[in-house]
């Protein structure tokens, strides 16, 4: 059973709530359309279960959600919380608007707090450096002030070149892409494709593409056409990353109201996606210049396509993305320990 999560490869943890689905401690269900979700405490996105035993689930969800007292709800959502911490959530009908604001205005809220925070710890550092630089520095203050930005600057380009944001595969062999490679990311208009757009991004060619980083800073990038189902996964793990800072509840409202619009998800990236011009020149749309509440719809809309997806068949995609993140995990979790610590836990698993 997949126990991590599959956008941020973090711990879903356990519950005791529910012996059929014993994964995340917080699981939100809907009964009428057969989903079940795993809710990432780390980075609130949720988990779309590939298990067959899902129906079994859903019903000891709706069971365990009635019995409890410790509930709140409106007319189509409700939360419980159970005896050991676990917390449930109930999707009934709601409308378009009252689900996004269950589901994806935690996560964006989340995002903009943590932007917010960071933001307070620069300014406090910059705040700090210009009282040591002015002690300490003298004539030199600038200096001092730009030491910080600078170093700044470093680490944070040093750790998105390596951060791994896909991994993809097309005619030519495996490919990853990083964090850095997503401020060039164009959506692109491709008629004669699967839904009509493409994402055109450098990515990086290796036959064993790496775990959830890259061995360093690649030379040899070149600028690849991701479509049909690459590109819908590329939307789908590249938008949490553009959308970092995430938003306040009326850009999750606007979001809300321009998917709707839009009508679906392939209907909404046609809508932004940049044609070619005939000259043979492009006319390009970066995802990390749209607005916000434009990049806040695409991301909703991606997921919500993969779960459709799912939904209709195609589990197979679902369980290799669960059973990728726990090989990434894996990969992390054994890059902290040291080789004695793992060979000491592999005898000790045999001797059980």
Same mark, same amino acid.
């Given at each position: 059973?997949?126990?991590?999560?599959?956008?941020?490869?973090?711990?879903?943890?356990?519950?005791?709530?529910?012996?059929?689905?014993?994964?995340?401690?917080?699981?939100?269900?809907?009964?009428?359309?057969?989903?079940?979700?795993?809710?990432?405490?780390?980075?609130?996105?949720?988990?779309?279960?590939?298990?067959?035993?899902?129906?079994?689930?859903?019903?000891?969800?709706?069971?365990?959600?009635?019995?409890?007292?410790?509930?709140?709800?409106?007319?189509?959502?409700?939360?419980?919380?159970?005896?050991?911490?676990?917390?449930?959530?109930?999707?009934?009908?709601?409308?378009?608007?009252?689900?996004?604001?269950?589901?994806?205005?935690?996560?964006?809220? !989340?995002?903009?707090?943590?932007?917010?925070?960071?933001?307070?710890?620069?300014?406090?550092?910059?705040?700090?450096?210009?009282?040591?630089?002015?002690?300490?520095?003298?004539?030199?203050?600038?200096?001092?002030?730009?030491?910080?930005?600078?170093?700044?600057?470093?680490?944070?380009?040093?750790? #998105?070149?390596?951060?791994?944001?896909?991994?993809?595969?097309?005619?030519?062999? =495996?490919?990853?892409?990083?964090?850095?490679?997503?401020?060039? !990311?164009?959506?692109?208009?491709?008629?004669?494709?699967?839904?009509?757009?493409?994402?055109?991004?450098?990515?990086? #060619?290796?036959?064993?593409?790496?775990?959830?980083?890259?061995?360093?800073?690649?030379?040899?990038?070149?600028?690849?056409?991701?479509?049909?189902?690459?590109?819908?996964?590329?939307?789908?793990?590249?938008?949490?990353?553009?959308?970092?800072?995430?938003?306040?509840?009326?850009?999750?409202?606007?979001?809300?109201?321009?998917?709707?619009?839009?009508?679906?998800?392939?209907?909404?990236?046609?809508?932004?996606?940049?044609? #070619?011009?005939?000259?043979?020149?492009?006319?390009?749309?970066?995802? =990390?210049?749209?607005?916000?509440?434009?990049?806040?719809?695409?991301?909703?809309?991606?997921?919500?396509?993969?779960?459709?997806?799912?939904?209709?068949?195609?589990?197979?995609?679902?369980?290799?993305?669960?059973?990728?993140?726990?090989?990434?995990?894996?990969?992390?979790?054994?890059?902290?320990?040291?080789? #004695?610590?793992?060979?000491?836990?592999?005898?000790?698993?045999?001797?059980?």
């Amino acid at each position: 059973m997949y126990s991590t999560c599959t956008f941020c490869h973090a711990s879903l943890g356990r519950n005791e709530a529910l012996e059929r689905f014993p994964v995340g401690r917080k699981v939100a269900f809907d009964s009428s359309k057969g989903r079940l979700w795993a809710v990432c405490l780390a980075c609130r996105q949720w988990n779309l279960s590939p298990l067959e035993t899902r129906w079994e689930a859903i019903e000891e969800g709706e069971k365990r959600f009635r019995d409890t007292r410790l509930r709140v709800s409106t007319d189509q959502i409700g939360l419980a919380r159970m005896r050991d911490g676990t917390e449930l959530i109930r999707i009934g009908e709601p409308q378009r608007p009252e689900f996004a604001a269950w589901r994806y205005g935690d996560r964006f809220r !989340a995002r903009w707090r943590r932007t917010l925070l960071w933001g307070g710890a620069g300014v406090a550092a910059v705040v700090s450096a210009k009282m040591w630089g002015s002690a300490l520095l003298g004539a030199s203050l600038l200096g001092g002030l730009q030491l910080p930005h600078a170093l700044y600057a470093l680490l944070r380009d040093g750790y #998105r070149s390596r951060l791994v944001v896909g991994r993809f595969v097309d005619a030519d062999g =495996s490919m990853y892409v990083t964090a850095a490679s997503l401020d060039g !990311a164009m959506l692109v208009s491709e008629p004669d494709a699967p839904g009509g757009w493409g994402i055109d991004v450098q990515a990086i #060619r290796a036959s064993h593409p790496p775990g959830r980083f890259a061995p360093g800073p690649a030379a040899t990038d070149k600028t690849v056409s991701l479509t049909g189902a690459n590109g819908a996964e590329a939307a789908r793990s590249f938008l949490p990353h553009v959308n970092a800072t995430g938003g306040m509840s009326q850009t999750v409202r606007e979001a809300v109201r321009v998917l709707e619009e839009a009508g679906s998800a392939d209907a909404l990236f046609r809508k932004i996606a940049a044609p #070619r011009s005939g000259d043979g020149s492009w006319r390009l749309t970066g995802l =990390s210049r749209q607005p916000a509440d434009y990049r806040l719809a695409m991301e909703m809309a991606a997921h919500e396509e993969a779960e459709r997806r799912a939904l209709e068949g195609e589990l197979a995609a679902l369980e290799a993305q669960w059973k990728g993140a726990e090989e990434i995990a894996a990969i992390a979790d054994d890059l902290t320990l040291p080789m #004695r610590v793992s060979e000491r836990l592999e005898r000790l698993l045999k001797d059980r």
